[in-house]
T-cell receptor, first 115, second 111 residues
Framework: DVKVTQSSRYLVKRTGEKVFLECVQDMDHENMFWYRQDPGLGLRLIYFSYDVKMKEKGDIPEGYSVSREKKERFSLILESASTNQTSMYLC??????????????FGPGTRLLVL | KNQVEQSPQSLIILEGKNCTLQCNYTVSPFSNLRWYKQDTGRGPVSLTIMTFSENTKSNGRYTATLDADTKQSSLHITASQLSDSASYICVVSAGANNLFFGTGTRLTVIP
């Protein structure tokens, strides 16, 4: 079974803090994704990576950056957390080329609260 | 504009009853359509995937249908169980690189 793990289930941070969310997948998938999920808005793509050190902006990249130094690990960074970044963050991975083709496997999510 | 709309937003049914969730899309060019189940506090899990040529696909008590002409899909749940309580998300792929997510239907099954 594909396993996608996220470093924290719950996080509480203060405004202005730098926040790191880590995601690890164990199936050698090329593609990895970061989404945020908010009530009534569904999942929105923040960043996408199709290879080590490669990244593409998604629909809402502002205020976020990412890092992919190893194939299995994809990190989401909030440089200076703000209250409007309070949300559920979901990491996903998929194996097929073309990010829309492969089935995405999601991690359990990190619920971030920024005070 | 590429959009995926799901209905109803929420649904409450009695255990053992059947239900049908709807997904309408205006995504082009269509590649495939997936239904995901998301338990509370968890990440989504894929239930079915359908391509243009497929009309029906089943996964246990879940049956998805696709009408590519009218751009509609439905997810039918038979003999519901308490464990079916979750959000169900419709995701439509356009070309190789674009995914469009619906906002989901929240299903609650009560005993």
């Amino acid at each position: 079974d594909v396993k996608v793990t996220q470093s924290s289930r719950y996080l509480v941070k203060r405004t202005g803090e730098k926040v790191f969310l880590e995601c690890v997948q164990d199936m050698d998938h090329e593609n990895m994704f970061w989404y945020r999920q908010d009530p009534g808005l569904g999942l929105r793509l923040i960043y996408f990576s199709y290879d080590v050190k490669m990244k593409e902006k998604g629909d809402i990249p502002e205020g976020y950056s990412v890092s992919r130094e190893k194939k299995e690990r994809f990190s989401l960074i909030l440089e200076s957390a703000s209250t409007n970044q309070t949300s559920m963050y979901l990491c996903a991975s998929s194996s097929l080329s073309g990010r829309a083709y492969g089935t995405q496997y999601f991690g359990p999510g990190t619920r971030l609260l920024v005070l | 504009k590429n959009q995926v709309e799901q209905s109803p937003q929420s649904l409450i049914i009695l255990e053992g009853k059947n239900c049908t969730l709807q997904c309408n899309y205006t995504v082009s060019p269509f590649s495939n359509l997936r239904w995901y189940k998301q338990d509370t506090g968890r990440g989504p899990v894929s239930l079915t995937i359908m391509t243009f040529s497929e009309n029906t696909k089943s996964n246990g008590r879940y049956t998805a249908t696709l009408d590519a002409d009218t751009k509609q899909s439905s997810l039918h749940i038979t003999a519901s169980q308490l464990s079916d309580s979750a959000s169900y998300i419709c995701v439509v792929s356009a070309g190789a690189n674009n995914l469009f997510f619906g906002t989901g239907t929240r299903l609650t099954v009560i005993p």
